[in-house]
């Protein structure tokens, strides 16, 4: 099944969806050989399972698969496509490649680059999950000293700039971090930036992109774990900082170029977590005092000056009018507490949280 939207295209392909005396014609023939164009087979002994999603962008293709143990092999036939393009891949576990007269067996949580023009063989022993990022060749090009060089080399988990992409691709499984075609292209190259770096980028492409791709990866990663711990009463930008070994300074910076401030952002996110509480039924019983508490409020008074100020009533009032009809209070400011997505104030694109 495939879906687009201008610039954007979803695919998923699941063996569910066919019979089972059809599946390993549709795993081999109509994704192996049509989609992948390789040949794709189960390794003896496993049972045969399939759930893979395909999201193109422009200058980048991410996959993202839950497979059964395999066995993938792109050979002469297949090389003849022209497809020149580079893959980024990483594993839930244990697998081999074999490129360029080398074998490579990298850990779960590696990634290696791997060329589309050359033959290529890999082996997955188990069930794993698999993601794979497809990258044109000239957009890796400049940025990195020797793409060649880079092919089948291993990059550590435990590296920073392969921390800050699985992260950020991780993002962009949701529709709103594709809002825009302009934002789809500054996520493709933001993706293309934080492979550079953990390729090891030249200089000047290092230097650009920590100021665009690991500069928007790690922005996001910081707003995740604010959102991870609204209900602490000790947030702060210092606290922040020390998890994600940047300066509170730097932190700020980040929120300043995002159109915000990390205490606008905080404050947006815990008014927008009580307002979910109080017109949600379940929580109909808890005190208003008791919902600020819990999203990191330790006044009510200043709670209920903010919420006000924020959805145009006062928070007893929105819970009231969710009882009865249709919920009042909608924000009257949408600069507190941004939704991902929502475009930064400087120039009307920002990159995904």
């Known amino acids: ?49 399939a759930d893979v999603t395909v999201r193109m962008l422009p200058g980048l293709s991410i996959t993202s698969a839950i497979m059964s143990a395999f066995r993938y092999e792109r050979g002469a036939e297949q090389l003849a496509d022209g497809n020149d393009g580079l893959v980024l891949v990483m594993g839930s576990h244990d697998a081999m490649m074999v490129q360029h007269g080398r074998e490579v067996t990298w850990s779960a949580g590696d990634a290696l680059l791997v060329s589309s023009a050359d033959p ?7 069930p794993a999950k698999i993601l794979c990022l497809h ?19 291993p990059i550590a988990r435990s590296t920073e700039a392969l921390k800050l992409l699985v992260s950020y691709v991780g993002a962009l499984q949701e529709d ?5 075609p302009q934002l789809r292209h500054h996520v493709a190259s933001h993706v293309h930036d934080l492979i550079a770096v953990a390729l090891g980028a030249t ?43 940047v300066t509170p300074r730097q932190v700020q910076r980040m929120f300043e170029d995002d159109g915000t401030t990390f205490s606008q952002f905080v404050l947006g996110r815990r008014l927008a977590r009580a307002h979910r509480l109080l017109v949600n039924p379940r929580y109909a019983d808890r005190p208003v005092s008791a919902v600020a508490f819990e999203v990191g409020f330790g006044d009510v008074s200043y709670f209920n000056r903010t919420f006000r100020r924020q959805y145009g009533a006062p928070p007893s009032d929105v819970r009231e009018s969710a009882r009865s009809g249709p919920i009042n209070g909608t924000p009257s400011r949408t600069r507190e507490g941004h939704l991902i997505g929502a475009p930064a104030r400087r120039d009307g694109v920002r990159p995904p949280e």
Request: charged letters at 20%; one cysteine or more.
């Open 1 to 49: 099944m495939t879906s687009t939207a201008n610039d954007v295209a979803l695919s998923r392909f699941s063996l569910e969806d066919f019979a089972e005396q059809d599946r390993m014609a549709a795993w081999r023939d109509l994704y192996g050989r049509l989609v992948l164009r390789a040949d794709l087979a189960p390794l003896q002994d496993h049972s045969l399972h």
């Open 120 to 126: 290529v063989a890999m082996v997955c022993p188990a």
């Open 135 to 153: 990258v044109p060749r000239p957009a890796l090009a400049p940025l990195v000293s020797s793409v060649d060089s880079s092919v089948m080399q």
């Open 176 to 180: 709103y971090a594709l809002a825009t």
């Open 203 to 245: 200089r000047d492409a290092a230097a650009l992109a920590h100021g665009r791709g690991v500069r928007a990866a790690r922005l996001r990663a910081i707003k995740a774990d604010i959102i991870d711990h609204l209900n602490h009463g000790n947030l702060t930008v210092a606290a922040v900082a020390r998890r994600h070994a």
